[in-house]
C-alpha cells in the first residue's frame, strides 16, 4: 500500500536523478523546490535562536524519528530503542573523541571516531533487531521499550565506561575548514544537510528492491518467504540501516547540546520520539519532520500555550500527551493524514467529476 | 513432571544439583573459606530474601499485566501508570484514616473502576487495532504521568507500616556462627515477610480461581481462542471487564504494597512498568505461573547483583531476557 501513496507522475524519482537525464529536473515537484529555497535562506531572515535551537534540534529529532518511521512504516516493526541508538552514537563520540571527562576520553582525531561510532550503534542495533525480530507487532514494541530501558539503567549505573550520573560535558565538533560548527548558521546547515541526506536515502531506499521486499514482508511475511526472500534478514538489515541514520543524528546531538547523559536516552525521550514520529505521520519519510518541528515549537512556547488554557507553565508533558492521544484517537496517520483528508475532501467538493483527490 | 524428567534425564539432574546447592547454602553454615570467597553469609541470605519479596511485588503487577495481555492481546502501557495511581491513593487514604488494611479494599475499588473505564473508553472502541490501542496507553500512561506529578509533586511518599506488622522477625534460619560458637540467626522486617506469604497466598487463590472455577475457566478459553468463546454463546465482553478491572485493582495494591517497603515516587510508574514488561516476556505471556517464574528470577537477579556486581545488576536483568527470547520466544512457560 505504501507504493500507491504518492501517485506516478508528481513523486521525486530518485532513480531517475541518478541517472541525470535531462528531464530529472522538471521531475521534483514545485513543493519540493519551495521547501528547499526556503531551508536555504533560512538564515537571512530567522534568528540564531530559531535558526539553532528550532530548526537545528527538528532536523535531528526528525532523524531519529525518520529511522523509526523507515522501521514502523516500510518493515512494520516499531521499534522504541532508536533513541538509544543515537544515544549510543553520542556517548560513542564523547568517549573516542574528546570530552571534559579526561581520564574516559581517549581523544581519537575525528575521520576516525565519527566512523567508529556510527559502526559501533549499528552493530548495536543489529543485535537488537536480531532479537526484536524474533517476536511481531506488539512484542516488538515491549522488547525494544525494555531493551531502551535497560540502556538507560545502564548508562546510569556504569561509571567506568558511560561516566553514570554525570555522563560527559564539552563534546564539541571538529574545527573543520575553519569553522566552527556550534555556531548557529554552520550548525544549522550542518544538520539540514544531513536531514536531506537522510531524508533522500529513506525514499531511496524504500523504492529499491530491498525496500520493496521489506514493504512486501511487512504485507504478509509469509507470502515473502514462500517467494525465496529470507524475512528474518531483511528485517535485521531494516534495523542497521535505520540506526545508521539514528547514529548520525545522536551526533548532531551530542554536538548541539556539547553534553550527553542517561537523560538523553532516558524513557521520556524514547516516548517522545515514538510520539513525533506517530502525530507526524509514519506512512511517509516527511512526517517525522512535520512532527519533530510541531513537538519542538510546543516544547518551546508551552508555557504560552498553557496559559491560553489557563494551566500552570510547567504542564508541558500534559499538553504534548493529550495532543497526542487526539490524534491517535481521531486520525492514526498523523497530521499528514489530517492534511490529506482535508485535500480530499477540497477537491471533491472543487470538482465532482475528479475522482481522485490525492496527495502531491 | 515425570513426563519432563523422561525428556530431559541430564537436565533434571543439572537442575537437581543447582537446587540442591541453593538449598545447602541457604539452610546451612558456610565454612569459613566460602565466606572469605563470597562474603557473609547474612549478605547473600538477605538478598535471596529481598529478592523474592521484590519478586513477589512484581509479581502482583505483572500479573494483572499478564492476563490482560493473554486475554486482550493488547499491551496495557498505562499499567505503570495504575501502580502508582494506587499507591498515592493509598496513601492519602492510610494517612488519612491510619486504616492501613482498609486501604488495599478502597485503592483495588478506585482503581479497579479506572481499569474500568479504560476498557470503556479505549480498548472496546479500537478492537482489533493493536498497534493504535497501544499508542492510546502510551499516550494515556504521560498524561496520567503528568497529572500526578502535578497533584503530588516529586517528592517522595512512604506509607507507614502498622504496629502489629513494624520490626523485625527472626527466621529459623542460620545467618553465622559467633566467635564463640553461638548460632546467630537471620532477622528480617515482618512486614516483607507478610508481603510475601500474602503474595503466595493470592497466586495459588489465582491459580485455583483460573483452574477450578466458571469465570476461570471462561478466561482460559478466552486466552486460548477468544472468538470461538464469544461463538459458543458466552459474553466476551463481561469476561474482559472482569479481567481488566481485577488485573488494573492488583496493580493498585501493588502500588500500596511498594509503597510500604519501598517508597512512592513520581518515575516509578516507568520502572514498573519495565519489570512487567520484562517478566512477561522471560515468563511467557498470558500465564500465571509464568509470570510469577519470571518475577521471582528477575526480583533475585536484581537484588543479587546489585549485591555481588553492582554496576552490572541491570544487564543480568537484560541478559536473562535476551537469553529467553534468543532460545525461546514465547516465554519459558508460554506456549
Sequence with gaps: MALAERPGPSALSIGALGRSGPGW????????????????????VANDFILYQILGWTFILGMIALSLMF???YGGMVSLAQMSIAALAGYMVAILGSSGVQTISLNWPWWLYIPVAIFIAAVFATMIGALAVRTTGIYTIMITLAIAAAFFYFTRQNYTIFNGYSGFANVVPPELLGVNWRTPIPFYYLALFWAVVSYLAVVYVARSPFGLALQGIRDNPRRMSALG???????????????????IAGILLVWQNAQISPGTAGLPAVIDILVIAIVGGIKRPIGPFIGALIYVLLRTFSPDVLQVFG?????????????????VYWSPDGVLGLWDRWR???????????STGGPS | MSGFVQRNPAGTVIMALVVAVVLWAIIAPWPAGM????????????????????????FLVASGFTLIFGLMKNVNLAHGSLYLLGGYIGYEFAEATGMWLLSFVVVFLIVAAVGIALQYLVFRRMEGEDLRQTLVTIGISVVMADIMLWIWGGQSYQILTPDWLSGPVTLPLIAGLRGNG???????????????????????????????????????????DRDMLA????????????????GAGLAGIAGIVGGTFQSIVAGEDMRFLLASLVVVIVGGMGSILGAALGAVLIGLAEQLGSVYAPTYSVVLTFLIMALVLAFRPQGLLGR
Design chain 2, 231 to 246: 461463538a459458543s454463546g458466552v459474553k466476551v465482553q463481561v469476561v474482559l471487564v472482569v479481567v481488566f478491572a481485577f
Design chain 1, 71 to 73: 522501521l514502523g512504516g
Design chain 1, 229 to 247: 526472500f529470507n524475512v528474518f534478514l531483511h528485517r535485521v538489515a531494516a534495523y542497521t540501516f535505520a540506526s545508521v541514520i539514528a547514529a
Design chain 2, 182 to 224: 553461638d548460632v546467630v540467626y537471620l532477622t528480617f522486617p515482618a512486614v516483607r515477610i507478610a508481603i510475601l506469604v500474602a503474595s503466595i497466598a493470592l497466586g495459588i487463590l489465582m491459580w485455583l480461581a483460573l483452574n477450578r472455577t466458571r469465570i476461570g475457566m471462561l478466561i482460559r478459553a478466552g486466552v486460548d
Design chain 1, 344 to 354: 480530499a475532501r477540497r477537491s471533491r467538493t472543487r470538482d465532482p467529476m475528479a
Design chain 1, 311 to 327: 494551566l500552570p507553565d510547567d504542564r508541558f508533558k500534559l499538553l504534548i500527551g493529550v495532543g497526542f492521544l487526539a490524534i
Design chain 1, 25 to 44: 529536473l522538471e521531475r521534483i515537484p514545485t513543493s519540493y523546490w519551495v521547501v528547499g529555497v526556503v531551508l536555504l535562506c533560512m538564515p537571512v
Design chain 2, 35 to 58: 565466606e572469605t570467597a563470597f562474603g557473609r553469609k547474612r549478605i547473600f541470605l538477605n538478598a535471596i530474601f529481598n529478592g523474592i519479596t521484590l519478586g513477589a511485588l512484581y
